[in-house]
Nanobody
């Protein structure tokens, strides 16, 4: 079983950047895929980005492509989501999810229908003007 803890949320002004972290613990048997999701009040949870510990590919939702970046630090067992120049529409609670034993990811991983094994508790991002 893998456990996930997100951190790094807070208030950011338009044009600034924010770095979210998702640290995983527990037995992973080597490879892990991590997805980032967000949910704003009154809206459904949506996919943001995904990556895997042994895959150089990363995938993004169209709404954040070119603005957000996901990177990983396997030694620290942490995936990061860099929010660059977030706007009001990016304000949400951000969650990470993980699936074990995944060596490569595909664009379909930026989706709630992907078979995620575990979820973090979320970290809130507000965008103030």
């Amino acid at each position: 079983q893998v456990q996930l803890v997100e951190s790094g949320g807070g208030s950011v002004q338009p044009g600034e950047s924010l770095l979210l972290s998702c640290t995983y613990s527990g037995q992973t048997f080597g490879s892990i895929a991590v997805g980032w999701f967000r949910q704003a009040p009154g809206r459904e949870r949506e996919g943001v980005a995904c990556a895997a510990s042994e895959d150089e590919n990363t995938y993004y939702a169209g709404s954040v492509k070119g603005r957000f970046t996901t990177i990983r630090d396997n030694a620290k067992r942490t995936f990061y989501l860099q929010l660059n120049s977030p706007g009001p529409d990016d304000a949400a609670t951000y969650y990470c999810a993980a699936t074990l034993g995944v060596r490569t990811v595909q664009p379909a991983c930026v989706s709630l229908t992907y078979p995620w094994d575990a979820w973090g508790q979320g970290t809130q991002v507000t965008v103030s003007s």
